[in-house]
């Protein structure tokens, strides 16, 4: 009976490090890479197949995924500027796999860390999401509604991080525990957020077009 009790332990010990073993970071971005290379594809297509045809469907099918794909590009790089910026403060931090369609690629300790790594985690999010946001200006020339839909949706999320972000920040620089203030978030924070940024993302479109 004892030794099937302590076979049973060892079991639930070698499952308990099993789930705490991080995913390998080459793999992450091959895979972070690859999924942003898809669908920037796929927006693609769709752009250049409106540029040969002109036909409406492909016009409503490439500003859709221009939309869906610029949200995507945004989070994946503001997920990974909060992790480069946790790593590049020596804060602690732990990734984890994806589940499903989450994009959130890591765990920070916020009771292990300090508030300069967490700022530094926080702006690093945000040095992304603008350095992608200002390479597509750069790179795309702005004259088909699609091309404007992608910056139009890339500046939403922006904004989107913006407005939940922000007094976050603040907070913490005036001494606020950052866990203890991001346990006080709301769903309808997210919800303002949300039609913030998607109001940010009309206004740049409209402003662009």
């Known amino acids: 009976m004892a030794e099937a009790t302590q076979h049973s332990n060892d079991e639930a010990d070698t499952a308990e490090q099993e789930e705490t073993v991080e995913p390998g970071l080459t793999g992450m971005l091959l895979r972070d890479i690859a999924i942003a290379f898809a669908a920037l594809s796929l927006w693609a297509a769709a752009d250049a197949w409106y540029q040969v045809t002109g036909l409406w469907f ?11 794909v610029g949200l995507l590009l945004a989070a994946l790089f503001h ?9 590049a403060s020596g804060a602690t931090v732990c990734r984890k796999a994806p589940e499903g369609f989450s994009l959130l690629r890591f765990d920070f300790d916020y009771s292990g860390n300090d508030h300069r790594q967490f700022h530094w ?12 946001l200002l390479l597509l200006v750069i790179a795309l020339p702005l004259d088909s509604l699609s091309r404007i839909a992608l910056v139009g949706s890339v500046f939403g999320f922006v904004v989107f991080a913006t407005f939940i972000e922000y007094n976050i920040v603040k907070d913490t620089w005036a001494g606020a525990d950052p866990g203890e203030r991001l346990s006080q978030i709301t769903p309808k924070d997210f919800q303002q957020a949300t039609m913030i940024g998607g109001l940010g993302g009309l ?3 409209a402003a662009l077009a």
């Open 58 to 68: 492909a016009q409503m099918l490439a500003v859709g995924d221009a939309l869906l």
């Open 79 to 87: 997920e990974w500027g909060h992790y480069s910026g946790a790593r």
């Open 121 to 132: 985690m926080t702006y690093g999010g945000h040095i992304l999401h603008w350095s992608i």
């Open 203 to 205: 206004f740049a479109i």
